[in-house]
Every structure is written in structure tokens, then in C-alpha cells.
């Protein structure tokens, strides 16, 4: 999503794997020789020798095209010993053949990793974007790149009078959204983006290239389907089924100061019971007296809409209209940004907040460029057991996303606040988190993220990645 478009217009904002069919995004075939992780290599990866064997480009820095920044810059002072521009499974295991277990190893799609983690300091970032294709399958089904963005993976869905339940940023990757779950604003109607996944082709630690579906690699495709990105090896392609493009009607509500935790109350018991094909958030913003917006879409008409905002408190303002699928997705990815400087985190709203007053409170005071973002779930997500994919919040209300910008020089003290209003909020609804809005100071992260699907992910990480090649500070091995 482009934040700045989901938090000024309406609240409304929101890698690893190989085939068993041994085959490149083009048909050319791919060797699936494992790399010898019998013992630890020793001395630096040789970069000209990797460059020999890639198709793709290795830069250096120094060198021309040297950009491994993503989109938040509170973290390029994070800098790669090399990028690889990646253009086929075989340069990923040429890659992995040179730098496993030498140097740290980490794949960027859209690189927005709340953390960074995209960027290993001192390693090789394997960038991924040029595996972008977008491809209509016949019937129900789209085969994506792994660096493909969400915008373009819409527009050519859109096209097609499909769509694909996403985010709504636009240069956000499909892998990193897909592998953390996948919430958006077509969820409660359809699932998570993650529910959507027939198969994955995934470069495993060793250079094997596998299938990850159903029936191959079942505990790898459970996997992937919650468990972070970056975890058990590097995703090139998915493919994914699709649903009918559907007409929607976009809505906005704006509230007067004072009128925040009314709002928030009754919002939490509005979206609980609301049908769904309705998907809303509630966006807090901070100051001295918090403020509220309520957003969101509607599958359906202007007049059962309107029917059913009128549950909510009487807004100051109001903006509902009905859009075609492409128009909407263009209405929540707004213009666009490049980089936006912040700090995050999440929890996981399992019930109404008791008190919605005390949630609102924590915003007081705060930056009028800080956010409690909380995004409606069950629905569709509801309709999956909790361990029937990696991801473990199924039965939740909301996530609430804790959003604060931050020149970068200022990150280390707005992570202080910011981290207050977090664990306020944990005191309210448990310290769960999501993610895909991963927060390296989080208590309790691997818990908080993964639930009671903890343990199974750790067998998975340690059975695809037993060397821990793709270690990281919050990787599930860690």
C-alpha cells in the first residue's frame, strides 16, 4: 500500500523456493545438483568467479547499479559485500554454491522488510526483481515471479477481469506478502493472499530446486504459507488461483476529535458482525487529542453500504463511491511513493479491547505522524483452522499496526515511543504480532509471531536449512 495515501485518504493502507518440474520461468531447464554442505568453507566468497557463472549481473560496490536500499532508509546504513541480480534459479544456486555459509545470504523482492532483513550487513543480498513475469494461466490460475510487485501483478490480473487477494501497496513483493500471509483489503471476503497458493518453486539451502504444493513438499508448503520470509530457502515463482474481479464500493469516514474511542468501540463490534464481503480499518492518529478515520471497501452496493455504515457513529465527513476493481486498486495504491522513512510493529486483536479508551490514550501526546492502524479480519481468514497453514491468527478481530515516521536520524528515540504504545497495547490484547510488520525489538517475537505453530516451523527450518545458511537475527532457526 502507499501509506501515505492509506493514512491521509481513509485508513486505508495495507522469499524463498524451487520446482520439482526443473524448469526457469522460461521452460529452460535447471540443474538440481545439491551444494556440498558437508563442511564450513573457509575465506571470503570469490565474486569473480561467482560473476562467471551468473546470467544475471553480481555488482560490487563501487560499480555501477550498486543500489541495495529498500524502501524504508532508516535502514541503508545497512550495506551488502554484493548484490546478485538474480535472472533464474541456476544463478540462485551459483550464488548459494559461492557465498552459503561464508557470508550471510538474504533474497530482496520489493524490499520492504520492516527490519531491513533484506539487506544482510557484510552478505550477499540476492535481489530478485527481474524474475518478474505475470503470467494468466488457463483457468483460474496466475504464475507470478518472486520479484514481481503487487501493483503490476493487479494491473494484469485486473485485465483479465481477475484479482488476486493482496495488500494494496504497490511496490510491495508478492514473495515477503505472501510467505507472512498475506492481509488485504478483499480478506474477509476471499482469504489471505497465502490461501490463494498452489505451489511454490523454492532454491533450498543445499541448491536443490523443488515444487512446494499439496502433494510435493507438503511440510515445506505449510511453510510457506505464514512463515516468514527468508526462512527455508528463496522463492522465485508461485502460482496462485484467482477470483472473479469483483465491482466494489470504496468508503471513508472522518471523525472530530473526542469522538476516537467511541468510535473505536463501536467499530470492533460493527466489523465482528458485519458480512464478508465488507473489509474496514480504523486508522488512530496521534496528537493531543487523537484522532480517527474509518475506511475501506465494499463488495456490493452504494445502498446496502450506506445501510450498513449506518451501524457506525455519524462521521464529520463521508465519502462513499463505487468503483470497478482496477479503479479501486489504484484508490487504495494512491500515487505512489519511492521511500518513506518509519518505525513499526504489531499486535494481534484476538477480541474487542474492554476498555477502547485506554488504546486510544497510548496515542496521546504522540507525533501527528504516528498510527494504531487496526485492519478487520475473520471473514474467510476465519474459515481456516489455525494450523492448517503457518499462519496462527486466524480467529482474530484485527491486526493493529503501530506506524511511526521518523527522519532516520530520529529512529532510535521514535522506536522508544513507539515501542511504549506497542507493549500498551500488548497489556490489552496479548503479545502477539504479525510478521510481516516484523519489529526487531519485539519481546517474544518467535512466539508472538507463530503461536502454537512455532514448533513445527523450527522442524521445517532445521529439516530445509539445517547449516542455517539463511540465519537471521528473527529467522525461525535463530
Given at each position: 500500500m502507499d501509506r501515505r495515501r492509506f493514512l491521509k485518504a481513509a485508513g486505508l493502507a495495507g522469499a524463498g523456493a524451487a520446482l520439482a518440474a526443473c524448469t526457469s520461468p522460461s521452460g529452460a531447464p535447471v540443474t538440481t545438483t545439491p551444494v556440498s554442505t558437508s563442511s564450513v568453507p573457509s575465506g571470503p566468497p570469490d565474486w569473480t568467479a561467482l560473476r562467471s557463472k551468473m546470467s544475471g549481473k553480481l555488482i560490487l560496490p563501487g560499480e555501477d547499479g550498486f543500489t541495495y536500499q529498500g524502501f524504508n532508509p532508516v535502514w541503508d546504513n545497512r550495506k551488502p559485500a554484493a548484490i546478485a541480480r538474480v535472472a533464474s534459479p541456476a544463478d540462485i544456486q551459483a550464488c548459494l554454491e559461492a557465498a552459503g555459509k561464508r557470508v550471510p545470504i538474504a533474497?530482496?523482492?520489493?524490499?520492504?522488510?520492516?527490519?531491513?532483513?533484506?539487506?544482510?550487513?557484510?552478505?550477499?543480498?540476492?535481489?530478485?526483481?527481474?524474475?518478474?513475469?505475470?503470467?494468466?494461466?488457463?483457468?483460474?490460475?496466475?504464475?507470478?515471479?518472486?520479484?514481481?510487485?503487487?501493483g503490476d501483478v493487479s494491473r494484469v490480473l485486473a485485465a483479465s477481469g481477475r484479482a488476486l487477494p493482496t495488500g494494496t501497496c504497490p511496490t510491495v513483493g508478492v514473495a515477503g506478502l505472501t510467505l507472512g500471509g498475506g492481509i488485504g483489503v478483499l480478506s474477509r471476503k476471499y482469504g489471505l493472499t497465502c490461501d490463494h497458493l498452489v505451489s511454490a518453486t523454492v532454491v533450498t539451502a543445499d541448491g536443490r530446486v523443488l515444487t512446494a504444493s499439496a502433494q510435493q513438499e507438503p511440510d515445506l508448503f505449510w511453510a510457506l504459507r505464514g512463515g516468514g520470509g527468508g526462512n527455508f530457502g528463496i522463492v522465485t515463482e508461485f502460482v496462485f488461483t484467482t477470483v472473479p474481479a469483483p465491482n466494489v464500493t470504496v468508503f471513508s469516514l472522518q471523525y472530530n476529535a473526542g469522538a476516537t474511542a467511541d468510535v473505536l468501540g463501536a467499530w470492533q463490534t460493527w466489523i465482528a458482525d458485519a458480512p464478508g464481503e465488507l473489509w474496514s480499518n480504523l486508522v488512530v492518529r496521534g496528537g493531543a487529542q487523537p484522532t480517527c478515520r474509518v475506511g475501506g471497501c465494499f463488495i456490493g452496493s452504494v445502498g446496502d453500504l450506506a445501510a450498513l455504515v449506518s451501524g457506525l457513529p455519524a462521521p464529520a465527513n463521508r465519502f462513499i463511491q463505487p468503483q470497478s476493481y482496477a479503479e479501486s486498486v489504484q484508490y487504495f495504491a494512491g500515487s505512489g511513493i519511492e521511500h518513506e522513512?518509519?518505525?513499526?510493529?504489531?499486535?494481534?486483536?484476538?477480541?474487542?479491547?474492554?476498555?477502547?479508551?485506554?488504546?486510544?490514550?497510548?496515542?496521546?501526546?504522540?507525533?501527528?505522524?504516528?498510527?494504531?492502524?487496526?485492519?478487520?479480519?475473520?471473514?474467510?481468514?476465519?474459515?481456516?483452522?489455525n494450523d492448517a497453514t503457518a499462519f496462527p491468527h486466524r480467529t482474530a478481530l484485527a491486526s493493529a499496526q503501530i506506524y511511526f515516521k521518523t527522519p532516520p536520524e530520529s529512529a532510535p528515540s521514535t522506536a522508544e515511543a513507539m515501542g511504549r504504545v506497542r507493549d500498551g497495547l500488548g497489556d490489552l490484547v496479548g503479545e502477539t504480532g504479525y510478521v510481516n510488520y516484523i519489529d526487531p525489538k519485539l519481546p517474544n517475537w518467535a512466539q508472538a509471531y507463530y503461536s502454537g505453530n512455532l514448533p513445527r516451523l523450527k522442524e521445517v527450518a532445521a529439516k530445509y536449512d539445517p547449516d542455517r545458511v539463511f540465519a537471521f537475527a528473527q529467522g525461525i532457526g535463530a
Open positions: 533474497a530482496r523482492s520489493g524490499g520492504h522488510s520492516y527490519a531491513g532483513y533484506s539487506s544482510p550487513e557484510n552478505g550477499l543480498q540476492i535481489d530478485l526483481r527481474e524474475l518478474e513475469a505475470v503470467e494468466i494461466l488457463p483457468g483460474d490460475q496466475v504464475r507470478v515471479g518472486a520479484g514481481a510487485q503487487l522513512s518509519f518505525v513499526a510493529s504489531s499486535r494481534i486483536v484476538r477480541e474487542p479491547i474492554a476498555d477502547p479508551a485506554r488504546a486510544v490514550a497510548l496515542m496521546n501526546g504522540q507525533s501527528d505522524e504516528s498510527y494504531l492502524i487496526f485492519d478487520g479480519l475473520r471473514g474467510a481468514v476465519a474459515a481456516v483452522a
